[in-house]
């Protein structure tokens, strides 16, 4: 029999990203699935522990096994600002017009450009919890490059690349991202 899960979240970006990956050996859910509209609140102060709050949330009221995912982006300069508050960094949620403005603001006149893009899977199986690290590291450029992606990638530049992840494309991108790395390491626990 399929093993079952609910991913918490309804970005069917991310749903699709996942669900290539694991393939039909697993039969996924997305919280709309459940009939869950809950808006789960992110309060906690680091990754793992907003990750594991929305896990928690889907296990403890659905009684259904389920993963959830948290990302920042953490700048060597800015001691690993943005982090947890990346999506809403310059104040307004999810502009990342204003989050990219902020950030280059922040950087200016800095030497130090490096930067790392750091995703954390919370799975909870049978009461278990599990934690996931997906991590890609690269700098921060001054001037924004690119139309493809979302948040930071025009500004990002992965180590080895030469193109931010908005001019490498989604297919490029999803290949070597933190969200693509943490993913691979669920889906080896999840299918081993
Ligand atoms: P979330 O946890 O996936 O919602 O990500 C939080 C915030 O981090 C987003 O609102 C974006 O600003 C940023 N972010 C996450 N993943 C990416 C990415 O792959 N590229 C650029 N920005 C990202």
């Given at each position: 029999m399929r093993k079952k899960f609910v991913?918490?979240?309804?970005?069917a970006h991310k749903l699709e990203e996942v669900s290539a990956i694991l393939g039909d050996k697993v039969e996924l859910y997305s919280m709309k699935d459940i009939d869950c509209y809950d808006d789960i609140?992110?309060?906690?102060?680091t990754l793992e522990g907003n990750a594991l709050l929305k896990a928690r949330y889907i296990y403890e009221h659905y009684h259904k096994d389920c993963f959830a995912d948290d990302t920042g982006l953490e700048v060597e300069a800015l001691n690993g600002?943005?982090?947890?508050?990346s999506a809403r960094y310059a104040g307004d949620a999810h502009n990342s017009e204003a989050n990219m403005r902020k950030l280059l603001h922040d950087l200016?006149?800095?030497?130090?450009r490096k930067a790392r893009f750091r995703t954390v899977f919370a799975l909870i199986i049978d009461g278990k919890e599990h934690l996931f690290e997906g991590i890609v590291k690269g700098e921060i450029i001054k001037n924004r490059r690119g139309t493809?992606?979302?948040?930071?990638d025009p500004i990002f530049v992965p180590e080895g690349?030469?193109?931010t992840f908005a001019e490498m494309g989604n297919e490029e991108k999803n290949k070597i991202s933190h969200r693509a790395v943490a993913t691979k390491k669920l889906c080896k626990f999840l299918l081993k």
């Amino acid at each position: 029999m399929r093993k079952k899960f609910v991913f918490a979240t309804n970005n069917a970006h991310k749903l699709e990203e996942v669900s290539a990956i694991l393939g039909d050996k697993v039969e996924l859910y997305s919280m709309k699935d459940i009939d869950c509209y809950d808006d789960i609140p992110e309060t906690a102060d680091t990754l793992e522990g907003n990750a594991l709050l929305k896990a928690r949330y889907i296990y403890e009221h659905y009684h259904k096994d389920c993963f959830a995912d948290d990302t920042g982006l953490e700048v060597e300069a800015l001691n690993g600002a943005p982090g947890v508050y990346s999506a809403r960094y310059a104040g307004d949620a999810h502009n990342s017009e204003a989050n990219m403005r902020k950030l280059l603001h922040d950087l200016e006149g800095v030497e130090n450009r490096k930067a790392r893009f750091r995703t954390v899977f919370a799975l909870i199986i049978d009461g278990k919890e599990h934690l996931f690290e997906g991590i890609v590291k690269g700098e921060i450029i001054k001037n924004r490059r690119g139309t493809s992606g979302f948040g930071y990638d025009p500004i990002f530049v992965p180590e080895g690349y030469t193109q931010t992840f908005a001019e490498m494309g989604n297919e490029e991108k999803n290949k070597i991202s933190h969200r693509a790395v943490a993913t691979k390491k669920l889906c080896k626990f999840l299918l081993k």
